[in-house]
């Protein structure tokens, strides 16, 4: 016996694989291929301008007794890879940033930290335009108001990850440090790290008009 069934889905199969039009596939094929290699290039480029920049903060003047940076520009290149490509050509740009931040900072503290405080910078601004963005992408992010209340929920999420680490290492490796000292430095470097990471970005990115001509997402 015949089985009818199976003979006209595999007619339909066929059917459908000639209706494909092999060019149009390869083309699809080459769009992603293209576009992932920009994503590829723009983290790369962002990570290299952050890792030559890192030497910059050593002429920043720093907290007695701690050793910390008033202000490092190393993270601006990294949310600027978010804002233009997306959240993964910014975590992309990240790790990689952080990998040649090891060079000066062979502890590997400071980089870690410096990972750490940057996540929330990108992935709660994501989280934001997935859940509220109305699929408009990264170019929700170009409304100020928008984006600046997922940076300051981003700055709360940055603060919850990074006091009690800083509480947590100033304890063993600054134990003549205060308690109070150590919160409250840590509360204010955040902030003012978080203000040049949301601001910063968004001005290069959104008023300069990149990410209408460069944008990924």
Do not use: C
């Amino acid at each position: 016996m015949v089985d009818i069934t199976t003979r006209r889905t595999a007619k339909m199969l066929d059917q459908h694989s000639e209706d494909e039009d092999p060019e149009e596939m390869d083309f699809s094929r080459s769009s992603v291929s293209a576009e992932r290699v920009k994503q590829l290039v723009t983290a790369s480029v962002l990570a290299s301008l952050s890792i030559a920049v890192a030497p910059v903060a050593s002429f920043v003047p720093r907290i007695p007794g701690w050793g910390i940076a008033l202000f490092d520009p190393v993270s601006i290149f990294w949310v600027i890879a978010f804002l233009v490509g997306g959240h993964w050509v910014g975590l992309l740009s990240s790790v990689a940033g952080t990998l040649g931040l090891f060079l000066y900072d062979p502890t590997a503290i400071g980089p870690v930290f410096k990972l750490l405080a940057t996540l929330p910078m990108i992935l709660i601004p994501f989280a934001g335009v997935q859940k509220l963005g109305n699929g408009g992408g990264g170019e929700s992010l170009s409304k100020p108001k928008f984006y600046a209340t997922l940076m300051v929920v981003a700055f709360v999420f940055r603060l919850i990850i990074m006091i009690p680490i800083n509480l947590v290492y100033a304890s063993i490796a600054l134990p003549f440090l205060t308690m109070e000292f150590v919160l409250g430095y840590a509360i204010i470097l955040n902030a003012f790290q978080s203000i040049w990471d949301a601001l910063v970005p968004f001005i290069i990115v959104h008023k300069t008009g990149i990410f209408k001509s460069f944008g990924m997402w």
